[in-house]
Nanobody, 117 residues
Framework: QVQLVDSGGGLVQAGGSLRLSCAASGLTFSMNAMGWYREAPGNEREVVAYITRGGNTNYADSVKGRFTISRDNAKNTAYLQMSSLKPEDTAVYYC???????????WGQGTQVTVSS
């Protein structure tokens, strides 16, 4: 079955950086768009970024210029490089995969990102 394993979250000070990883198995990785969503307490889950199977990227306005999504088809892994982190970036981050954009068919278990001020 399809499995997405998110990792890389943690506690970081404002202005710091983190890199999230999403290791995928059970699907043809190169044929799927990959995405990252986040969900903060009391808020709905929102799309942060996604990358198409062709490598085109799209970002939420709130993270443009600070976050970079990428994929390594040889490793079946997607990444989210997060820089200049702000306290408002604090959330559980979820990896996603699917054929739509943004992708939302398969989900990772989530990884907590906490940014302290």
């Amino acid at each position: 079955q399809v499995q997405l394993v998110d990792s890389g979250g943690g506690l970081v000070q404002a202005g710091g950086s983190l890199r999230l990883s999403c290791a995928a198995s059970g699907l043809t990785f190169s044929m799927n768009a990959m995405g990252w969503y986040r969900e903060a307490p009391g808020n709905e889950r929102e799309v942060v970024a996604y990358i198409t199977r062709g490598g085109n990227t799209n970002y939420a306005d709130s993270v443009k210029g600070r976050f970079t999504i990428s994929r390594d088809n040889a490793k079946n892994t997607a990444y989210l490089q997060m820089s200049s982190l702000k306290p408002e970036d604090t959330a559980v981050y979820y990896c996603s995969a699917g054929f739509t954009t943004p992708p939302a068919r398969y989900w990772g278990q989530g990884t907590q990102v906490t940014v302290s001020s």
